[in-house]
C-alpha cells in the first residue's frame, strides 16, 4: 500500500482550522497509511492546543516566525519523503475533504492532482475546475463554473489549495519556489513539472469545500504579497515581447488592487 502523507500549514488558523482537522481525522481513521503533518508558521490564536486536542497521533514542526506557504510546505514534504511517502497531498487550513472524496483524488493517475474546489464568490458557490495561463500577459486564471462540470479541461495548473503530489514529481524538479511567500508558487509548481513531462489535472469524482467568500477584503500585506509575487513570476516565465505587455498588465492591475483597498478603507473611516 502506498503511504499518503496529509501536510497542512498552519497560520492562526482559529475554527477553521478545527474543522479542517476534524475531516482528516476521519481520513486518518479509516487508513493507516495516511498520515498528517503540521507546520505551524508562528500562530498566536492557541490553535496548536486544538490540533493536539482533535488528532493524536501526527507530526509538527513549528516555527519561530511565519516563514510563508511554499517554504513551510517544503519543510512538511521534505519530513514526508524522509518518513517514507508515496504521494504527499497539500491541504489547506480552510479546506474541508471528506474521506470519500480522498479516497476518488488518491485514485487519480496524474503525477499532479486536485479536486474540484468549491468557495464562495458574493455567497454563491463557484466550481474551480483548475487553471490556465494567459501568455501574453503571464497572468493565470481560474476555469469556474457556477454549476459542478463533468467535463475535464486541459489545464496549465491546479491550485495549492488541496494538491495532490506524487513524490516522482518532487525528486525530479524539486520542492515549491521559495520566493513566493505566498501566491503563484503552485502555478510556478506546475508549470515546472509539465515543462518535465508530469501529467497535471482535476479529479472530476473528488470535491473539496474552500472556505472563504472572494468578496472579503484581502489585508494590505496580502495585497502585498499578491503584488509581489505577480512580479517575480512574470520575471521569472515571460519573455520578450510578452515580458513588456505582462508589465503593463500587472502595473494596471496592481494599482487597481491598491485603489480598490485604499477606497474601502476610507469608506470604512
Known amino acids: ?9 498552519s497560520y492562526n488558523g482559529g475554527n477553521k482550522l478545527v474543522k479542517t482537522l476534524n475531516f482528516v481525522k476521519k481520513i486518518i481513521e479509516k487508513d493507516k497509511n495516511v498520515s498528517l503533518i503540521v507546520v505551524d508558521n508562528a500562530s498566536r490564536d492557541g490553535s496548536i492546543k486544538e490540533i493536539k486536542k482533535i488528532i493524536r497521533s501526527f507530526k509538527l514542526i513549528r516555527n519561530r516566525k511565519n516563514l510563508g506557504f511554499a517554504r513551510a510546505n517544503n519543510q512538511g514534504m521534505k519530513q514526508a ?10 491541504l489547506n487550513q480552510d479546506a474541508y475533504l471528506r474521506n470519500k472524496d480522498f ?21 454563491e458557490f463557484i466550481y474551480d475546475l483548475g487553471g490556465k495561463l494567459n501568455r501574453v500577459i503571464m497572468r493565470p486564471y481560474h476555469i469556474e463554473k457556477f454549476k459542478r462540470q463533468n467535463k ?21 524538479i524539486g520542492y515549491l519556489e521559495e520566493d513566493f511567500f505566498l501566491y503563484f508558487e ?14 497535471i489535472g482535476v479529479e472530476l469524482n473528488a470535491e473539496v469545500l474552500h472556505d472563504f467568500d472572494e468578496k472579503e477584503q484581502k489585508s ?6 499578491l503584488i509581489k509575487s505577480n512580479l517575480l513570476f512574470i520575471n521569472k516565465w515571460a519573455k520578450f515581447p510578452n515580458k513588456t505587455m505582462a508589465y503593463f498588465y500587472w502595473f494596471f492591475i496592481s494599482s487597481k488592487m491598491l485603489f480598490r483597498k485604499l477606497v474601502y478603507n476610507i469608506v470604512k473611516l
Not at 103 to 123: C, E, G, M, T
Open 1 to 9: 500500500m502506498k503511504k499518503i502523507f496529509i501536510i497542512i500549514v
Open 81 to 90: 519523503i524522509k518518513d517514507g511517502a508515496d504521494k504527499i497531498l497539500l
Open 186 to 199: 503552485d502555478v510556478d509548481f506546475c508549470l515546472r513539472a509539465s515543462k518535465a513531462g508530469f501529467k
Open 103 to 123: 479516497l476518488s483524488l488518491i485514485k487519480n493517475q496524474n503525477d499532479i492532482s486536485s479536486p474540484i474546489i468549491k468557495f464562495k464568490r458574493n455567497s
Open 152 to 172: 475535464n479541461y486541459e489545464v496549465d495548473y491546479v491550485s495549492g489549495c488541496c494538491m495532490l503530489i506524487d513524490v516522482s514529481v518532487l525528486k525530479k
Open 220 to 225: 494590505i500585506k496580502s495585497i502585498y504579497y
